[in-house]
């Protein structure tokens, strides 16, 4: 099934008892959807990227439990809590370093552990994966509200890897603050990375911009030093994949020397996170980094453009830390460093 001429991009919906999302690997030559219904395709979608972001990476997967509740044959309330935590299992294995997966997923299951019948589970996990889809698109807007105050009109700002509409169920992380920014009346050009090796800037965060008619740039990855150097970029603002109480950043390789390069030059470095993106438990040394296939990086389409034999290394993930980042947006405000003070402060 393939859509045209959206309005908002919607990356991952519940329709007809299915669960529905954009295929990222087809982006930017196909707008095309496909339809999940089994929750072992859901999980392959998250494994795959074709759909990925942390937000929608956690939406994703509650909607692929309440897949799972919908199609159990159980006809006990034991018997589904087997099938559930049996699907529960397969999707929180799909990706190690995003932790909105794994609070999505427990938050559902929560819900699945309190019903008595299974109907009121069923109706439960659907219901809270439902709610999450909502709260993922209020809590970004919020974001972008908070986050649009700390952009001028007519700043150039950097962006690495994808954090938008597509990196979420829609509106977007960094890309939600731009988004704000723009809809306060504020004229915002982008730059955005490449984001090697499987290239989400390039396919995604540009194809995500132009869609929505936002003047962006695309640069390679090894030009953003240059960048800075030339006074061309006045702001940057990232995603998050996973965000440290202490306000270690993990995010997509590549962040932390964007983050480096930007404290050399003076220039602001932002990170747009929710608060289902924090982990308030993981020390830095305790956060696993995904390592994805070397044909990522080896291969640019179906051509090998490495010799065999070479050792290759292809981490998904590094860490920025605190001492290199501005603020942290999040929906309840702008977090300043020292980040575990701050975060306490705001929540109490």
Request: with cysteine; proline share 4%.
């Amino acid at each position: 099934m393939a859509r045209k001429n959206l309005d908002l991009l919607l990356t991952v919906e519940w329709k007809d008892d299915s669960v529905v999302m954009i295929d990222q690997t087809k982006l930017p030559n196909k707008l095309v959807y496909v339809k999940c219904t089994d929750y072992k395709q859901v999980a392959d979608a998250i494994k795959k990227l074709v759909v990925r972001g942390a937000p929608a990476i956690g939406v994703t997967a509650a909607l692929g439990l309440a897949l799972a509740a919908q199609q159990s044959k159980a006809s006990t309330i034991s018997e589904l809590r087997t099938d559930l935590d049996a699907a529960f299992k397969v999707l929180r294995a799909t990706r190690p370093t995003a932790v909105n997966l794994f609070w999505a997923l427990e938050r559902v299951m929560a819900k699945a552990k309190r019903a008595k019948t299974v109907e009121d589970a069923r109706n439960a996990v659907l219901s809270e994966a439902k709610k999450m889809w909502e709260e993922d698109i209020q809590a970004n807007r919020q974001m972008g509200s908070f986050g649009a105050s700390l952009f001028r009109d007519g700043d150039v700002v950097l962006t690495h890897c994808n954090a938008g509409s597509l990196a979420t169920v829609a509106y977007g992380t960094a890309l939600g603050v731009i988004r704000a920014a723009r809809e306060q009346g504020k004229r915002l050009s982008v730059i955005a990375t490449e984001t090697r090796p499987v290239m989400q800037g390039s396919r995604l965060t540009a194809f995500e911009l132009q869609h929505d008619g936002v003047d962006v740039s695309l640069i390679p990855d090894t030009a953003v030093g240059h960048m800075m150097a030339r006074g061309a970029i006045k702001r940057i603002v990232v995603g998050a994949d996973r965000v440290l109480r202490t306000g270690h950043v993990f995010n997509k390789i590549g962040t932390y020397q964007v983050a480096t390069l930007a404290k050399r030059h003076k220039i602001p470095f932002y990170v747009a996170a929710p608060l289902s993106t924090f982990d308030f438990e993981s020390s830095p040394d305790e956060v696993v980094i995904e390592e994805r296939s070397i044909d990522e990086v080896v291969k640019v389409g179906k051509k090998r453009v490495a010799p065999k034999g070479v050792r290759i290394f292809n981490p998904a993930f590094d860490m920025t830390p605190p001492e290199l980042i501005t603020g942290i947006i999040t929906e309840k405000g702008v977090l300043k460093p020292p980040f575990e003070k701050s975060l306490k402060a705001m929540l109490g």
